[in-house]
């Protein structure tokens, strides 16, 4: 394998875990998905068999569905890395998967801090009202 195989490689690696992690993300987390995710909770705690738990589990799970996702992904794109058989495929679960959970939590670090700033803002917003006001009554 030259340097310009594995330099596509990684940029590969890199474009085919966005995906992962924007359909990951979307079923864990956002609101779209809320009444689903919310079934899956429940038949995941109240579920009378193991099987049916962890089935229901995994669509509640951002880390546990990735690997499926992935493997989804891996079916369509045939992506293999490093290797040309079996080991490729079983190396691009892995560094798919990370880089896919990397993505999403830097997304979800993103997101916390922007919501942090929101609330700073409307907390600096009330101040200033009250001030406002304040002044306008005495």
């Not at 990684?10 to 085919?16: F, G, K, T």
């Not at 009378?48 to 794109?77: A, D, G, N, Q």
């Not at 880089?99 to 917003?125: C, P, Q, T």
Request: aromatic share 14%; net charge positive.
């Amino acid at each position: 394998m030259t340097s310009g195989e594995l330099g596509l490689q990684v940029v590969e690696l890199l474009l085919i875990a966005i995906p992962i992690a924007a359909i990951v993300w979307t079923v864990t987390h956002e609101e779209v998905f809320r009444e689903p995710r919310e079934f899956c909770q429940r038949c995941s705690e109240r579920a009378p068999h193991l099987i049916v738990r962890k089935f229901f589990y995994l669509f509640t799970c951002e880390y546990c569905f990735s690997h499926y996702v992935t493997i989804c992904f891996l079916f369509i794109t045939r992506y293999k890395l490093i290797y040309n058989d079996w080991r490729g495929y079983l190396m691009s679960l892995f560094a798919l998967v990370w880089v896919a959970n990397m993505y999403m939590s830097l997304f979800g670090r993103i997101r916390l801090d922007i919501k942090r700033e929101r609330v700073e803002i409307k907390h600096v917003e009330h101040k200033v009202r009250e001030k406002t006001e304040g002044k306008r009554a005495a």
